[in-house]
């Protein structure tokens, strides 16, 4: 688990080096997402950095765009 969570900002670095192992900030099919990019057998896929839950993995197509690695990431507390 990378630990990041609902409502926490996510730093990208666009001009980073996208390695096998790092957590990535993707679009797949239309939506944002953040995984560990992975690759097995030659193709490369998306793996959950949820440890919690059972997310499948996502398999990276011609129409997937990796905006960047992850850098950082800032919590928002609610304090009310």
Known sequence: DIGIRDGDLIAVDRA?????GRAVLAVVDGA?????????????FLAPANTQEAFPD???T???EIWGVIAGVVRCYDLE
Do not use: F, H, P, W
Not at 16 to 20: A, L, N, Q, V, Y
Not at 32 to 44: D, E, F, H, M
């Open 16 to 20: 980073g080096k996208c390695r096998i």
């Open 32 to 44: 944002v997402t953040a995984k560990i990019l992975r690759k097995k057998n030659g193709q490369y």
């Open 58 to 60: 996502i398999e990276l």
């Open 62 to 64: 011609e129409d997937s």
